[in-house]
């Protein structure tokens, strides 16, 4: 059975925090380490729950089993860190007992630093959880552009993405968002992909409340890659019939002025490309920024892209673009994941340059899996061009 083997992984992970953690335990109680093992066992069984629990059950349980999982996996995964960090540490000690014998007591370390852990881990996940189901807070961030033209001095972008409705993020979580892009009075809205984990069947009364977003010139979106987990091609059906304009390797002129008496206004592209894996599940969404521009007018002065990978960036900037909005990287959800987005992206969160290119990539307004966030809030992005 498929099932089995992610069960045992499970279970051979978790029975590694308790052989390291546990000795070190029962030194101080063995009621706390009796307690751990406990603790230990039972997350082992539903962690596995928080990806698996619509395949071996129903609602209401499954959504049960779901969050159940999904929590145990973000406390599994301090544990695991701080396991192999606190293994680290007593390596040192040992090493440093063996030049100065007697300096520390590697058994007051291993007592000392098996019951910190468990608390420690408690602690972070405790409020990874806070972070993440609170809503995304506003983050202001001004873009420098050379020659920004009087009409687009000021113009504002509300950037949201990365929100992962599905099995914990429902139509409350998104209204709360809604409810505060618009209070921010944006010229633009962008959602730039990874919005559903799941088909339009399942969720799609859940992102209903996106219809109510406002803006001057309306709302953008562009896809992830978990568009394409969970039916893109349905998903681009049912977000035009909200109202939003998706753009799937292609653009649309905006022309904006500081108020209607103006007799220049300035004419912008809002260009989007289809996400940077897409070719893989459809040819004919392969992402191409130099084909999202095509045809545009020489005398736009100002050419916005969204792509929801920062790595779209080369082939942006060699496009012409003044300014990419991405996403996709969660700005690493939590510690310490942060550090491994570099292996693959060329930028992890905020406002960075690329030759002549401003590439802007949020940390995300959601999560992806376990409802955890530390050390990487979630945003809403408020941008504003401004001359550089």
Same mark, same amino acid.
């Given at each position: 059975?498929?099932?089995?083997?992610?069960?045992?992984?499970?279970?051979?992970?978790?029975?590694?925090?308790?052989?390291?953690?546990? &000795?070190?335990?029962? *030194?101080?109680?063995?009621?706390?380490?009796?307690?751990?093992?406990?603790?230990?066992? !039972? *997350?082992?069984?539903?962690?596995?729950?928080?990806?698996?629990?619509?395949?071996?059950?129903?609602?209401?349980?499954?959504?049960?089993?779901?969050?159940?999982?999904?929590?145990?996996?973000?406390?599994?995964?301090?544990?695991?860190?701080?396991?192999?960090?606190?293994?680290?540490?007593?390596?040192?000690?040992?090493?440093?007992? #063996?030049?100065?014998?007697?300096?520390?007591?590697?058994?007051?370390?291993?007592?000392?630093?098996?019951?910190?852990?468990?608390?420690?881990?408690?602690?972070?996940?405790?409020?990874?959880?806070?972070?993440?189901?609170?809503?995304?807070?506003?983050?202001?961030?001004?873009?420098?552009?050379?020659?920004? &033209?009087?009409?687009?001095?000021?113009?504002?972008?509300?950037?949201? *993405?990365?929100?992962?409705?599905?099995?914990?993020?429902?139509?409350?979580?998104?209204?709360?968002?809604?409810?505060?892009?618009?209070?921010?009075?944006?010229?633009?809205?962008?959602?730039?992909?990874?919005?559903?984990?799941?088909?339009?069947?399942? !969720? #799609?009364?859940?992102?209903?409340?996106?219809?109510?977003?406002?803006?001057?010139?309306?709302? +953008?979106?562009?896809?992830?890659?978990?568009?394409?987990?969970?039916?893109?091609h349905s998903w681009i059906d049912a977000l035009r019939a909200l109202g939003i304009q998706v753009l799937m390797n292609e653009h649309v002129l905006i022309q904006h002025s500081i108020d209607a008496q103006d007799p220049e206004p300035a004419l912008m592209v809002v260009a989007g490309v289809a996400d940077f894996s897409a070719h893989h599940f459809d040819?004919?969404?392969?992402?191409? &920024?130099?084909?999202?521009?095509?045809?545009?007018?020489?005398?736009?002065?100002?050419?916005?892209?969204?792509?929801?990978?920062?790595?779209?960036?080369?082939?942006?900037?060699?496009?012409? +673009?003044?300014?990419?909005?991405?996403?996709?990287?969660?700005?690493?959800?939590?510690? &310490?994941?942060?550090?491994?987005?570099?292996?693959?992206?060329?930028?992890?969160?905020?406002?960075?340059?690329?030759?002549?290119?401003?590439?802007?990539? *949020?940390? #995300?307004? #959601?999560?992806?899996?376990?409802?955890?966030?530390?050390?990487?809030?979630?945003?809403?992005?408020? !941008?504003?061009?401004?001359?550089?």
């Amino acid at each position: 059975m498929v099932l089995a083997p992610v069960f045992l992984i499970s279970l051979l992970l978790h029975a590694f925090i308790g052989w390291r953690v546990t &000795p070190g335990l029962a *030194s101080v109680d063995t009621v706390l380490s009796g307690a751990l093992w406990m603790v230990l066992a !039972l *997350s082992a069984v539903l962690m596995p729950m928080g990806m698996l629990a619509r395949r071996v059950a129903k609602p209401p349980l499954a959504n049960l089993l779901t969050w159940l999982g999904l929590l145990c996996m973000g406390l599994f995964s301090t544990l695991l860190v701080l396991t192999v960090l606190r293994e680290g540490l007593l390596l040192l000690v040992r090493a440093m007992d #063996g030049f100065w014998p007697g300096a520390l007591s590697i058994v007051a370390v291993q007592s000392d630093t098996a019951l910190a852990l468990p608390l420690v881990a408690l602690l972070v996940t405790a409020l990874g959880f806070w972070n993440a189901r609170r809503t995304a807070t506003v983050v202001q961030v001004d873009v420098p552009i050379a020659n920004l &033209p009087e009409a687009l001095q000021g113009f504002t972008v509300a950037q949201i *993405s990365d929100i992962h409705v599905g099995p914990t993020i429902k139509t409350h979580y998104l209204q709360r968002i809604v409810d505060r892009v618009n209070g921010l009075n944006a010229n633009m809205v962008a959602i730039t992909g990874d919005l559903v984990d799941g088909s339009v069947k399942e !969720l #799609g009364h859940h992102v209903a409340p996106l219809a109510q977003l406002t803006s001057t010139h309306g709302t +953008f979106f562009v896809t992830g890659n978990h568009e394409y987990y969970s039916g893109a091609h349905s998903w681009i059906d049912a977000l035009r019939a909200l109202g939003i304009q998706v753009l799937m390797n292609e653009h649309v002129l905006i022309q904006h002025s500081i108020d209607a008496q103006d007799p220049e206004p300035a004419l912008m592209v809002v260009a989007g490309v289809a996400d940077f894996s897409a070719h893989h599940f459809d040819e004919a969404h392969r992402s191409d &920024p130099h084909r999202a521009i095509a045809n545009a007018p020489d005398h736009a002065v100002f050419k916005l892209l969204l792509a929801h990978q920062p790595r779209s960036a080369a082939a942006a900037a060699d496009a012409g +673009f003044d300014l990419q909005l991405s996403g996709h990287t969660h700005g690493g959800q939590f510690w &310490p994941w942060n550090h491994f987005v570099k292996l693959q992206q060329p930028f992890t969160a905020g406002l960075h340059k690329l030759q002549a290119l401003w590439v802007y990539t *949020s940390r #995300g307004t #959601g999560y992806w899996g376990p409802p955890k966030r530390f050390g990487a809030p979630s945003e809403i992005t408020h !941008l504003r061009l401004v001359r550089a």
